[in-house]
């Protein structure tokens, strides 16, 4: 509370800043395509991968399976993306899974949806800066053993840019965003362009493959399956222009709706492209560089090039990572609104941003990169359940709306959202039956824990505002003097001055002591006969020697004789030392009384301190 | 404070007891040699061993130093038992060195004593434990990796003990004494015996012997000297029988005495008849087996003697740790009582105990045992410098005595106590020259520390009453009533029910709301104008919407316009849920406020708990 620990504060997050000063941008498609489409594009950068690292458990043979496999997850990317073009329309206010889903399916699904989403937008960051780490150690080789440490500092970075309020500056995305583009771009070219004029690819060096898993026994549909729900990592973020479409220029829907059609065919262009070169030159999984580094290698060699691609890389998967750190307080906010989070969700900090979603999320995203080491790969498994439940919860809230509004060309919009939610259920059922021991299984637990604290949240606010309400409520009581009980355990300067505020409060003040030897009883009641002013004195004795245990028993007793409207007060002088450890050397006698009181109504506690510093004696007495 | 805490606490430690029920034994000379001498008897168990340990460090030919060291120490110990002779007749109310240093030496030395003495209780405690582990693992080898988990269960077990208040029962005392003394008369007895008629003894085999540090070159002067000043910690515990001369039978003194010259006797022809023994079955210190085992077994091999001999030195060293246990809390409550300790050392518990004495013993002793992992050759070193320090300080401590009072006899006595005094203070210089880097130096740092640390409480409890003092203190004053600042959020049941508290305190009462949306603010101003009964609503704008600050700034200004005499009084209305983990659901800014308030004079901070459980409502509206 010092002005140190204010200055410290404003070091750090800049100076508070005014609520008049909250403005909202309104962006260009061109800036748009930038903010919205850094986590659904960067899924590139580890979606072929991941398809990769689970063929190579069976043979090297079997990475061809790759082009099929992927093909497929492009199927089901555009499929999904028209899908998502109906909502854009629907929801122009902003379509996000768990107003559409409290819209059309009830309080139930929004949970399970919001539920799934919070845990989506904590390994959005822990995947992605994992990977954008992962994209570093590729080129220099020499930190991988720092890779959890590295990812920890960046997620720090992101949370404290974030907590100072990074306004949601569009240049000032666009620019690793389209980077990225441009990268992958250029690789795409210049590699279908070498493939063109020499025939084919020459192969990369594999440093440190992975090696066929032994109690893998060849290629089944299983292992099919299991390399399909693995790429579809690659759709995680394609609905985050859906949610943010009020901050498009007007006709908003409409801009929205075709920056989403450009981002889909980027993405599937990318992931497509990428998935044919790996392919081509051989690329496998391996313990030391990503398959997207080893494509850049390959191609370009170890230049300039290669570098700016792991570098664009990199600052995109840092981008990703930073739009959930926008999206997880958002919709902590929403839920806080509605009563299903803590109301601190809620809280505008200085700086006009949600502090405490902010740090949450970044202490949530820590902890699991260093449970699972900053290892993408073990993280990825955890990752595409949530983001299909909230998908086939999305879809089917949609076809719901759709039945309920029979708005004009309902059946047609109805179909194309029936069949992007039938596809992401199967692929969701896909995922759960492939993956339930590699991950999914944990998902699904918290998923279900994090719903029912929920409903738990929401039903002890409930609670609480039935309890405050002041419906049906009479008119304020006049309460009599309240009665004033002042335990001493002797006669001094704190007590007198104690003793005379309470006889400030009420004229009905009792000062209470409690006796464990005679001599000393006998002591005090001459003192307080010269000191007391006449105030009535109770000596209770404790043969014990317990302090606490007889004045509760007098309280408890008061407590019984009192009439309606009575409320006890309990005065209690207390020490406020000059220096904090100084606290250690005095019995903390009303530490145990103002416990035991806490729990019972009909009591109050009233501290007052005296002060023994001796500026602070000038100031009672002045 | 729950009665399920107390059932469990009453099951541990027994019924409280009544403060009448305190009662003290006087006791024969026969019990009291078993009560006073666990501690100094004991140290046989390891003082040969400790001169041999230092011996074997230059060679096994260097062994047979141990001869006229232990001559040496028997010396040293007849002094300064002859010493402490004097000292029991000088202060037949007990002599501890605390004392005989307050009395003659003034508060200075008599803190350094104190810290000593502290310091040595504690590694009483540890040494004496460690040892006693050491018995059983010499016979029951397969123990030996578990020493130090096992020391701190004999530890925690002694503490419990002390707790429950073990009565100092002599009958209790004198059996393990006994039979040790009677084990060690019987080894020396059957040793002599087999060494006069066999003209020698068969050498033991020592099991894992120390070998010969290659960096000690030869027996010098040095070695020697640290091999004496090792064998010294066999003078430990001499003190006692003179700092509980008041237990003794009528006359006190007379009896003390004689019960102190047997001591002696017993001590010096143990100690001196092991040594020789030692030498003569060859035993050389091991880290398997204590010497006195390798006696034991050499001559009693394997059988029920050789364990029964184990079994008693395990128990009295037990014996020796429990007597810690009695003087640690009781110099505490001397020093509280004198105003160098906290208050809480001077506490009696529920069973007529100082409780937090011997809890903080316990736990002080068990840290040492597991820092220094249950080994009694790394404890030692620290041991011999704090008794000696006590030694020193008593002997001339007592010769000042003499020369104050010149009472009959008191040149002879003096002459004894100075003899005394300078052989111990030789020893210690002896004992700092030859230990300083094996450990010395920690207690002296120690004892600087805590001497200074004891001399600022008692600056502290002398401030403190002399700002507590009613000397020139006026009439009491009649305070105005106080001005109420009660701050609101909202305008709900519990506010009201303040509101009600507030008014029933004075007439003075003033709502504070902190506007952070304009909107909001003209909400709550229209709930107050129908539920705040006439009482004046203060509305405090907030434009970086922090709710503390306005409000401190706000109390800032009314302290600084307040009236002498005037109290300003902050009335919070407090939420107290149902459950604990509720607390989390709520934002809780009365803490802040109350912090800020707490470090400035002429505040007075109430709060109105509101109960939200059912049950306490009704209570509450009753």
């Known amino acids: 509370m010092s002005s140190q620990s204010f200055s410290l504060r404003r070091l750090l997050l800049g100076d508070p800043l005014a609520s008049s000063q909250l403005i909202h941008e309104k962006i260009s498609k061109v800036k748009a395509l930038a903010v919205f489409s850094s986590d659904a594009l960067s899924s590139v950068a580890y979606a ?14 079997a990475l061809s399976f790759s082009i099929p496999i992927a093909l497929a997850i ?10 998502y073009y109906q909502t854009i329309h629907a929801y122009p206010k902003g379509g996000g899974v768990y107003i559409v889903a409290k819209d059309n399916l009830g309080t139930g699904f929004s949970l399970v949806a919001g539920s799934a989403l919070l845990i989506d937008y904590t390994l959005t960051v822990a995947v992605s800066v994992s990977a954008g780490v992962a994209a570093i150690t590729s080129w220099l080789p020499g930190l991988i053993s720092y890779r959890a ?12 840019m974030n907590l100072r309020g990074l306004r949601e500056s569009a240049s000032f995305f666009a620019v690793p965003t389209y980077l990225f583009i441009a990268g992958m771009l250029s690789l795409l070219a210049f590699g279908f ?38 790429g579809c990592t690659a759709l995680t973020g394609i609905e985050a222009i859906s949610d943010g479409v009020p901050a498009f220029k007007a006709p908003e829907a409409d801009n929205a709706g075709k920056t989403l059609l450009v981002m889909i065919t980027l993405l599937t262009s990318m992931f497509l492209g990428l998935t044919f070169l790996a392919h081509e030159v051989g690329a496998a999984p391996s313990h030391a560089e990503t398959v997207l580094s080893q494509i850049g290698r390959s191609l370009f060699g170890n230049g300039p090039l290669y570098i700016g691609v792991q570098i664009a890389t990199a600052l995109i998967l840092l981008l990703a990572a930073n739009t959930a750190f926008s999206d997880f307080p958002r919709l902590s906010y929403f839920m806080a609104r509605d009563g299903y989070m803590p109301r601190q969700m809620g809280n505008i900090g200085d700086r006009l941003v949600f502090s405490n979603g902010i740090t949450l999320l970044g202490v949530l995203a820590s902890v699991l990169i260093l449970i699972f080491n900053g290892d993408t790969h073990s993280l990825l498994p955890l990752y595409a359940v949530g983001v299909f439940i909230s998908f086939t919860l999305s879809q089917f809230g949609m076809v719901r709306r759709w039945f309920r509004l029979r708005s004009h060309g309902w059946q047609r919009n109805a179909a194309i959202n029936s069949l992007g939610g039938t596809a992401t259920f199967v692929v969701l059922m896909i995922i759960l039956t492939t993956r339930f021991l590699a991950g999914a299984w944990i998902v699904l637990v918290l998923i279900g824990f994090f719903t029912l604290t929920l409903l738990r949240i929401h039903r002890h606010y409930e609670g609480v505002a039935e309890n405050l309400s002041l419906d049906n409520y009479g008119a304020p009581t006049r309460l009599r003097h309240p009665r004033v009980v002042m335990p001493i355990g002797g006669v001094h300067r704190g007590v007198i001055k104690a003793l005379e505020f309470a006889r400030s409060l009420s004229p009905d003040v009792t000062a209470v002591y409690v006796e464990t030897s005679p001599e ?6 001459q003192r307080w006969d010269r000191w007391g002013d006449g105030v009535r004195l109770q000596v209770l004795k404790s043969p014990y020697r317990s302090i606490v245990g007889p004045l509760i028993q007098y309280l408890d007793k008061l407590g019984e004789e009192r009439q309606p409207g009575d409320v006890i007060t309990i005065v209690l002088p207390q020490f406020v030392p000059e220096h904090w450890w100084e606290n250690l050397l005095h019995n903390q006698t009303a530490w145990p009384l103002r416990l035991a009181l806490l729990f019972r109504a009909g009591y109050i506690v009233i501290d007052v301190p005296y002060h023994l510093g001796e500026t602070s004696m000038e100031e009672l007495d002045s």
Not at 74 to 83: D, E, K, M, R, W
Not at 149 to 160: E, K, P, Q
């Open 48 to 61: 072929t991968e991941e398809i990769l690292f689970v063929l190579a458990a069976a043979s090297t043979a």
């Open 74 to 83: 492009a199927g089901l990317l555009i499929t999904v993306g028209f899908s």
């Open 193 to 230: 362009f070498r493939w063109l004029t020499l025939g084919g690819l020459p192969d990369v060096e594999v440093i440190e493959p992975i090696h066929a898993d032994l109690a893998v026994s060849g290629v089944g549909a299983f292992l099919i399956l299991r390399a399909f729900s693995a």
């Open 149 to 160: 440490i590295l990812a920890v500092l960046a997620v720090a970075f992101v949370t404290w």
């Open 520 to 525: 000393e009883g006998e002591k005090l009641r």
